[in-house]
């Protein structure tokens, strides 16, 4: 059994709105086990014999399925999210900041969503730090109080990067790698 973190794509924003409790009921008929929730925002940690690919597979139809909408999520290892937590460079708790860390299931469209944040230039030019963790995933910072007028923040909204990308604050990415560790 590996065990693997599960982040779902507009939860609780913009209409769909789901509870956790409702989303473990519909997980249950699943191969995963110890399937916990973590947060409002669509966080949740299992183990699963099933390759992760599977497990997006089977969990997105259920999503599809028990909720009615378009679902996507990014699987993620266990081992692999405390990766890219010990890989951010940025602060988890700021006065001035918040560091975020945007996953992706598609490496082409992280690629591009890289290229464009760093076209945007420094934040010391009104741009945006950023930097790249691996293939699924980017770190970034955003102005406290400022992150949804974040210049990066808008092109991450843009309806084209939807069905791949999700964007955690690094403080929730903590919460999950410590949830998936206890399993």
């Known amino acids: 059994m590996d065990s693997y973190a599960v982040f779902l794509r507009g939860v609780n924003v913009g209409g769909i709105n789901i509870k956790m409790a409702d989303l473990r009921t519909a997980l249950s008929g699943l191969p995963f086990e110890g399937v916990k929730t973590l947060l409002a925002s669509g966080n949740v940690v299992l183990r699963s014999g099933l390759a992760a690919p599977d497990v997006k597979q089977q969990f997105e139809k259920c999503l599809r399925g028990s909720f009615g909408y378009d679902a996507w999520v990014v699987v993620l290892s ?69 992150t949804l007028d974040s210049p990066f923040s808008k092109i991450t909204a843009k309806a084209r990067y939807k069905a791949a990308t999700t964007t955690r604050n690094l403080r929730t990415m903590i919460k999950v790698r410590d949830a998936v560790g206890g399993l």
């Open 78 to 146: 266990g081992a692999r999210v405390a990766e890219l937590v010990a890989a951010c460079p940025y602060p988890p708790d700021d006065r001035s900041t918040h560091s975020y860390i945007t996953l992706s299931s598609d490496t082409a469209v992280l690629d591009e969503l890289f290229d464009a944040g760093s076209a945007l230039g420094s934040a010391a030019d009104g741009g945006v730090d950023l930097e790249r963790l691996g293939p699924e995933a980017i770190a970034w910072l955003a102005p406290a109080g400022g």
